[in-house]
């Protein structure tokens, strides 16, 4: 069952604006794709026409949010990915069916954006029969989410400790990295950080 978003979170941005202005800019004209990078990837919780491996010049994946809720406490942070300008990053599109487009977005909207602290973007997803706009959440290094370069012994005790309503950033990270190799992506720098998280020591370095 799903948990309701939480209602006492410090709210960035209000998010209806933006759902607003992104359904405007969407028009309603064709079916909507969907990129997911993380836990979009195994737990999508909307239905979905079709499922294509897809790439995104630009942006890469990087476990550089702090999550207080999902996958830590206000008092032990634990850790979220992001998706941050620079470099690339292999994920999977979905394609929304226009007709029920309206009801996934504003799904989407109450699990991604309570707080307004994503920038939802279109952006272009190279896959294997051809390019597709998708819709992307993507972070701002000037969000006060993003935690900057950690050390590797910061990535060890938040590995090792945090948990919130969701479980630990552990195994965020590692069920990420499974449903990667599902649908045959390898992310190496992401094998690395678990198992050098494993051996007592954790890289801070970005995902691809």
Not at 24 to 36: P, S, T, V
Not at 125 to 150: H, I, K
Not at 155 to 163: D, K, L, N, T
Request: proline share 6%; charged share 25%; aromatic share 10%.
């Amino acid at each position: 069952m799903d948990i309701p978003p939480p209602t006492d979170l410090p709210v960035l941005r209000d998010p209806a604006p933006m759902l607003e202005r992104f359904l405007h800019q969407w028009g309603g004209r064709e079916d909507l794709w969907i990129f997911g990078y993380a836990s979009l990837i195994w737990r999508p919780d909307f239905d979905f026409a079709e499922v294509r491996r897809a790439r995104v010049h630009g942006w890469h994946r990087a476990l550089k949010m702090w999550s207080r809720i999902n996958r830590g406490t206000p008092e032990c942070p634990g850790l979220v990915f992001a998706l941050l300008s620079g470099g690339s990053c292999h994920g999977v599109v979905y394609r929304v069916p226009r007709h029920e487009v309206q009801d996934v977005v504003a799904r989407l909207w109450l699990r991604e954006m309570v707080t307004g602290v994503y920038d939802p973007r279109s952006l272009r997803c190279n896959t294997e029969r051809g390019t597709v706009q998708a819709l992307a959440f993507t972070l701002s290094r000037r969000s006060p989410n993003f935690t900057g370069e950690l050390s590797e012994a910061r990535y060890r005790e938040i590995f090792s400790a945090a948990c919130g309503r969701y479980g630990t950033t552990h195994d965020y990270a590692r069920q990420t990295l499974e449903s990667l190799h599902s649908h045959g992506i390898s992310d190496t720098r992401l094998a690395r950080l678990l198992s050098l998280s494993q051996a007592g020591i954790a890289s801070d370095e970005p995902q691809a």
